[in-house]
C-alpha cells in the first residue's frame, strides 16, 4: 500500500503554500502524529511567543488514519500559550478522516506566519489554498460549520479568537475538540478561522479493513470497550467519587455528594428523551439518544479529553466524563441538565471544559478569600454560565484575567494556592491525593498538568498495589511512553489500554514496516525525549516538574492528607534516573546516543553529562 510522506508548508504571512517530502530519516525515527509533528516544531528557534506569526501549528495525521480502529484522530500541535511548553492536543471524528483523505499523500499540514485578516485553509486533493474569511469572524463552532456543509471542518470559536489561552479547536460543529492547552488561541492569532477539507475518507484497503474489523471484536469484547459502550466514559464520575479522587469545589473536597445527579444514571434517563428544554439556565439544550463528545485534553480535553481530549458534545448531546467532573462536581453543581448546558456554552464557543471549569472554581474561592470583588458561590449555575461568556469574549476584567489561565489570574489577584497547576496546566480529572502515583504523572507529563500521559491512578485508587519509588517510576514513564509511541499513529489511545505495543506491531507490519516491541518502545522513549528536549529548550527544568502546593494540604472531606514533598522529590528522583536523565531532569549523552538524538540539542538545549546514579533505564 502507498504510505503517505509528504507533508504541507503554509506561511500565512506570504500567502505561500508548497508541498515537500519528509526525509527518510525522520520518517523511520517518528512515523507521523505527535512524533513528526514535534519534529517540525523543534525547527523553531527557541523562546518565540506563542502568539507570534513565527510559531508554528501542525495538523497532522499518522499512517493509517481512517483505517484504524477505535475513533478517528487528528493531532493538534504547536507551543501551547498557556503553558510556552509543547502542546500536542487530539480532536476526533469525521473531520480527522477527511483530513486524511483531503492530504493524499501527506501526513500533515504545517502552518507558519499570520494573515492580516480572517481566513481559511481550504485542503483537496492534496493541495492546499488560503481563501478571504472575514465573513466568518465572530461565528461559534456550530455557525462555522455550516457555512460548509459538504466539507469537514475544524475552527475555532469567539475563545479562539479573542486569544483565550485554552481555546481549542473545534470539529464536526463542536462535537469534538483538541481541546487543551490553547491551540484555537494560536489559530486565533494567525487569524487562521478554520481548517476545511473538501474530500471524503480515504479508502480502505480490502487487507487492512479485515485487520481493522478484527481489532474492532477484539476491542468491543475487552473490560475497557464493555465500558465505553455502557457509559461513553461517563462512568468515570462514579469511580472518582468511589476512590476518593473526584476534584470537588475546586479542589477542596474529593468526593460529591451530588455525584448520582450528574451521572452515567442521569444520563440514561435521558438517552431516550427526544427533547427537553431547560429554563433554569439561559439557552436550553436538547438530548440525543447518540451523543458522543468527550471531555477535553489533551486532551491536552483535553488535551483532552476526559476521556479522549474531545469537549464534551455540542447542546443536544449528553456529556462524557469530563464535562460533569469539571463543570458539575468542580463546581459543586449537581443538576445534570445545568451541566449539559454548560458544556455546551463550551463546545461551541470553543473553551476546553476542563480548563474552563477550574477557571470559574478559582474565582469562587478568590470571592470567598476576598481576593476578588465579585459576588461568586458554588452550585450556582446562572453564574457559571455568565462567567464562562466573560471568559470567552475576554467582555470584563474577571473575564479577562480568567482568559488566560489560574495561573496567570493568581499572579494578577492573588490565590496561587486554591487550584492546582503543572506547568501553567490547570489539573483535570483527578486528585491525586488520593492516588501518589497520579502526582507524578501530573508533575512529569510534557504539556503540563494532563490526565491522559499516564493513568495509573486507575489500579492505585481501587487496589492499593504497594508499589516501591522505583515501582512507580516505572509504571508512569512505561506508560508515557507506550502512548507517545502510539499517538505516531494517531491512533485512539483507549486501544493501547487493551492491545499494548503488540497492537502496534501488527499495524505498523500492514504498512511494511517490520517492529518488534522493543522497537515499539524506543519509538516512544525517542518521542518523550524529543518532547523533553524541546520543554528544556524552552527553559523548563526540574523546578516545573512540581508537585502543586494545593495537593500537599489535605482535602476537606479527609481522606489520607496531602501528598509528602520529601516523599515526592524522592519519587521523582527515580522517575529521572529511570529515564536515563541527570538529577536535575535533563536527558543524558548516553540516552540521546542510544535513541539517535544525538545531533539534535545546541547551545539552547542542555543535556546531562553523566549517567545517573541507581539508574535502571529502559
Same mark, same amino acid.
Given at each position: 500500500?502507498?504510505?503517505?510522506?509528504?507533508?504541507?508548508?503554509?506561511?500565512?504571512?506570504?500567502?505561500?503554500?508548497?508541498?515537500?517530502?519528509?526525509?527518510?530519516?525522520?520518517?523511520?525515527?517518528?512515523?507521523?502524529?505527535?512524533?513528526?509533528?514535534?519534529?517540525?516544531?523543534?525547527?523553531?528557534?527557541?523562546?518565540?511567543?506563542?502568539?507570534?506569526?513565527?510559531?508554528?501549528?501542525?495538523?497532522?495525521?499518522?499512517?493509517?488514519?481512517? *483505517?484504524?480502529?477505535?475513533?478517528?484522530?487528528?493531532?493538534?500541535?504547536?507551543?501551547?500559550?498557556?503553558?510556552?511548553?509543547?502542546?500536542?492536543?487530539?480532536?476526533?471524528?469525521?473531520?480527522?478522516?477527511?483530513?486524511?483523505?483531503?492530504?493524499?499523500? $501527506?501526513?500533515?499540514?504545517?502552518?507558519?506566519?499570520?494573515?492580516?485578516?480572517?481566513?481559511?485553509?481550504?485542503?483537496?486533493?492534496?493541495?492546499?489554498?488560503?481563501?478571504?474569511?472575514?465573513?466568518?469572524?465572530?461565528?461559534?463552532?456550530?455557525?462555522?460549520?455550516?457555512?460548509?456543509?459538504?466539507?469537514?471542518?475544524?475552527?475555532?470559536?469567539?475563545?479562539?479568537?479573542?486569544?483565550?489561552?485554552?481555546?481549542?479547536?473545534?470539529?464536526?460543529?463542536?462535537?469534538?475538540?483538541?481541546?487543551?492547552?490553547?491551540?484555537?488561541?494560536?489559530?486565533?492569532?494567525?487569524?487562521?478561522?478554520?481548517?476545511?477539507?473538501?474530500?471524503?475518507?480515504?479508502?480502505?484497503?480490502?487487507?487492512?479493513?479485515?485487520?481493522?474489523?478484527?481489532?474492532?471484536?477484539?476491542?468491543?469484547?475487552?473490560?475497557?470497550?464493555?465500558?465505553?459502550?455502557?457509559?461513553?466514559?461517563?462512568?468515570?464520575?462514579?469511580?472518582?467519587?468511589?476512590?476518593?479522587?473526584?476534584?470537588?469545589?475546586?479542589?477542596? *473536597?474529593?468526593?460529591?455528594?451530588?455525584?448520582?445527579?450528574?451521572?452515567?444514571?442521569?444520563?440514561?434517563?435521558?438517552?431516550?428523551?427526544?427533547?427537553?428544554?431547560?429554563?433554569?439556565?439561559?439557552?436550553?439544550?436538547?438530548?440525543?439518544?447518540?451523543?458522543?463528545?468527550?471531555?477535553?485534553?489533551?486532551?491536552?480535553?483535553?488535551?483532552?479529553?476526559?476521556?479522549?481530549?474531545?469537549?464534551?458534545?455540542?447542546?443536544?448531546?449528553?456529556?462524557?466524563?469530563?464535562?460533569?467532573?469539571?463543570?458539575?462536581?468542580?463546581?459543586?453543581?449537581?443538576?445534570?441538565?445545568?451541566?449539559?448546558?454548560?458544556?455546551?456554552?463550551?463546545?461551541?464557543?470553543?473553551?476546553?471544559?476542563?480548563?474552563?471549569?477550574?477557571?470559574?472554581?478559582?474565582?469562587?474561592?478568590?470571592?470567598?478569600?476576598?481576593?476578588?470583588?465579585?459576588?461568586?458561590?458554588?452550585?450556582?449555575?446562572?453564574?457559571?454560565?455568565?462567567?464562562?461568556?466573560?471568559?470567552?469574549?475576554?467582555?470584563?476584567?474577571?473575564?479577562?484575567?480568567?482568559?488566560?489561565?489560574?495561573?496567570?489570574?493568581?499572579?494578577?489577584?492573588?490565590?496561587?494556592?486554591?487550584?492546582?497547576?503543572?506547568?501553567?496546566?490547570?489539573?483535570?480529572?483527578?486528585?491525586?491525593?488520593?492516588?501518589?502515583?497520579?502526582?507524578?504523572?501530573?508533575?512529569?507529563?510534557?504539556?503540563?498538568?494532563? $490526565?491522559?500521559?499516564?493513568?495509573?491512578?486507575?489500579?492505585?485508587?481501587?487496589?492499593?498495589?504497594?508499589?516501591?519509588?522505583?515501582?512507580?517510576?516505572?509504571?508512569?514513564?512505561?506508560?508515557?511512553?507506550?502512548?507517545?509511541?502510539?499517538?505516531?499513529?494517531?491512533?485512539?489511545?483507549?486501544?493501547?489500554?487493551?492491545?499494548?505495543?503488540?497492537?502496534?506491531?501488527?499495524?505498523?507490519?500492514?504498512?511494511?514496516?517490520?517492529?518488534?516491541?522493543?522497537?515499539?518502545?524506543?519509538?516512544?522513549?525517542?518521542?518523550?525525549?524529543?518532547?523533553?528536549?524541546?520543554?528544556?529548550?524552552?527553559?523548563?527544568?526540574?523546578?516545573?516538574?512540581?508537585?502543586?502546593?494545593?495537593?500537599?494540604?489535605?482535602?476537606?472531606?479527609?481522606?489520607?492528607?496531602?501528598?509528602?514533598?520529601?516523599?515526592?522529590?524522592?519519587?521523582?528522583?527515580?522517575?529521572?534516573?529511570?529515564?536515563?536523565?541527570?538529577?536535575?531532569?535533563?536527558?543524558?549523552?548516553?540516552?540521546?546516543?542510544?535513541?539517535?538524538?544525538?545531533?539534535?540539542?545546541?547551545?539552547?538545549?542542555?543535556?546531562?553529562?553523566?549517567?545517573?546514579? $541507581?539508574?535502571?533505564?529502559?
Amino acid at each position: 500500500m502507498s504510505v503517505p510522506d509528504r507533508v504541507l508548508r503554509v506561511d500565512l504571512s506570504a500567502e505561500r503554500v508548497r508541498s515537500e517530502r519528509v526525509p527518510d530519516e525522520w520518517l523511520a525515527m517518528y512515523v507521523g502524529g505527535k512524533g513528526l509533528g514535534a519534529r517540525y516544531l523543534y525547527e523553531m528557534e527557541p523562546g518565540i511567543d506563542p502568539e507570534s506569526p513565527a510559531n508554528r501549528l501542525a495538523f497532522m495525521t499518522g499512517p493509517l488514519t481512517a *483505517s484504524l480502529p477505535g475513533e478517528p484522530r487528528y493531532a493538534a500541535i504547536t507551543k501551547s500559550p498557556l503553558t510556552g511548553a509543547f502542546l500536542d492536543s487530539y480532536g476526533g471524528g469525521s473531520f480527522a478522516n477527511r483530513l486524511a483523505g483531503a492530504l493524499g499523500d $501527506h501526513l500533515g499540514v504545517v502552518v507558519r506566519g499570520a494573515a492580516d485578516e480572517p481566513v481559511v485553509l481550504s485542503i483537496a486533493d492534496g493541495e492546499a489554498a488560503i481563501e478571504p474569511a472575514a465573513d466568518l469572524a465572530g461565528l461559534d463552532a456550530a455557525e462555522t460549520d455550516e457555512r460548509f456543509p459538504d466539507a469537514g471542518v475544524a475552527c475555532i470559536g469567539p475563545a479562539g479568537e479573542a486569544r483565550v489561552r485554552y481555546a481549542t479547536i473545534a470539529s464536526d460543529g463542536g462535537d469534538h475538540h483538541a481541546g487543551r492547552g490553547g491551540a484555537g488561541a494560536v489559530m486565533g492569532a494567525k487569524k487562521l478561522k478554520a481548517v476545511v477539507v473538501r474530500d471524503p475518507a480515504p479508502d480502505i484497503p480490502p487487507a487492512l479493513r479485515d485487520l481493522r474489523d478484527r481489532y474492532e471484536e477484539r476491542f468491543a469484547d475487552s473490560d475497557t470497550g464493555r465500558w465505553l459502550a455502557a457509559s461513553d466514559t461517563l462512568e468515570t464520575v462514579e469511580f472518582a467519587n468511589e476512590t476518593g479522587v473526584l476534584p470537588t469545589r475546586g479542589w477542596q *473536597s474529593r468526593r460529591f455528594e451530588g455525584t448520582d445527579e450528574i451521572g452515567v444514571d442521569q444520563a440514561a434517563g435521558r438517552s431516550e428523551e427526544r427533547e427537553r428544554p431547560d429554563d433554569s439556565v439561559p439557552g436550553g439544550f436538547r438530548v440525543s439518544s447518540s451523543g458522543n463528545g468527550t471531555g477535553p485534553d489533551d486532551g491536552d480535553g483535553s488535551e483532552d479529553e476526559d476521556d479522549r481530549d474531545d469537549v464534551a458534545p455540542g447542546t443536544d448531546t449528553v456529556p462524557r466524563g469530563g464535562t460533569p467532573i469539571a463543570l458539575g462536581a468542580g463546581l459543586g453543581i449537581d443538576d445534570f441538565d445545568a451541566v449539559v448546558t454548560l458544556g455546551g456554552a463550551c463546545d461551541r464557543l470553543g473553551l476546553d471544559v476542563i480548563s474552563a471549569g477550574n477557571a470559574i472554581a478559582w474565582a469562587v474561592r478568590a470571592s470567598d478569600a476576598g481576593l476578588i470583588d465579585r459576588d461568586l458561590s458554588f452550585g450556582d449555575k446562572t453564574a457559571a454560565r455568565t462567567v464562562i461568556e466573560e471568559i470567552a469574549r475576554r467582555s470584563t476584567s474577571l473575564g479577562d484575567a480568567l482568559a488566560d489561565g489560574v495561573e496567570a489570574a493568581a499572579e494578577r489577584f492573588g490565590g496561587a494556592d486554591l487550584i492546582p497547576t503543572v506547568k501553567g496546566m490547570d489539573l483535570g480529572s483527578y486528585d491525586p491525593r488520593g492516588a501518589e502515583t497520579m502526582g507524578l504523572a501530573f508533575a512529569t507529563s510534557d504539556r503540563g498538568g494532563c $490526565h491522559r500521559r499516564a493513568r495509573p491512578v486507575e489500579v492505585e485508587a481501587v487496589a492499593d498495589p504497594r508499589w516501591t519509588p522505583e515501582q512507580r517510576a516505572a509504571v508512569v514513564a512505561d506508560e508515557q511512553d507506550r502512548r507517545a509511541a502510539l499517538w505516531c499513529l494517531v491512533a485512539d489511545d483507549f486501544l493501547a489500554d487493551v492491545f499494548g505495543p503488540e497492537a502496534g506491531i501488527e499495524w505498523f507490519a500492514a504498512l511494511g514496516d517490520e517492529r518488534d516491541p522493543d522497537d515499539i518502545r524506543l519509538l516512544g522513549e525517542r518521542v518523550w525525549t524529543l518532547v523533553r528536549l524541546f520543554n528544556l529548550r524552552e527553559g523548563f527544568d526540574r523546578d516545573d516538574d512540581a508537585l502543586p502546593d494545593a495537593l500537599t494540604t489535605e482535602a476537606d472531606d479527609g481522606g489520607e492528607g496531602g501528598l509528602d514533598p520529601d516523599a515526592f522529590e524522592t519519587l521523582l528522583d527515580r522517575y529521572y534516573a529511570y529515564r536515563d536523565w541527570d538529577r536535575e531532569g535533563r536527558p543524558t549523552t548516553q540516552l540521546l546516543d542510544r535513541l539517535g538524538l544525538s545531533e539534535l540539542p545546541d547551545g539552547e538545549t542542555p543535556v546531562g553529562e553523566a549517567v545517573p546514579e $541507581h539508574s535502571d533505564g529502559h
